[in-house]
């Protein structure tokens, strides 16, 4: 689903939440949180959902994207580009 932002004009973040499959699904625990910003500008949002777990960012970005998405649930991502982040 997508998460809404208030106040953070070209921010879009999306949060699939794997807890919802059944047990026998291989991704049934896992969480990820997409990122994309459009504004030529660093944004940061709070997504509420991922409040108290620890996320990383996707190994397949390892040294291609940045950005971070604390346990606080802030997630801060530099102007024109695209984060994962994955739990």
Do not use: C, K, M, Y
Request: hydrophobic letters at 40%; a negative charge.
């Amino acid at each position: 689903r997508f998460v809404p932002v208030d106040g953070e004009p070209g921010l879009v973040i999306g949060h699939l939440d794997g807890r919802t499959l059944p047990a026998t699904q291989p991704a049934h625990d896992r969480q990820l949180v997409n990122v994309l910003n459009t504004d030529p500008h660093p944004r940061t949002a709070t997504v509420a959902a991922t409040h108290g777990a620890d996320w990383a960012l996707h190994p397949a970005l390892d040294g291609l994207a940045e950005g971070t998405l604390g346990a606080d649930g802030r997630v801060s991502v530099p102007g024109r580009s695209v984060a994962v982040f994955v739990r």
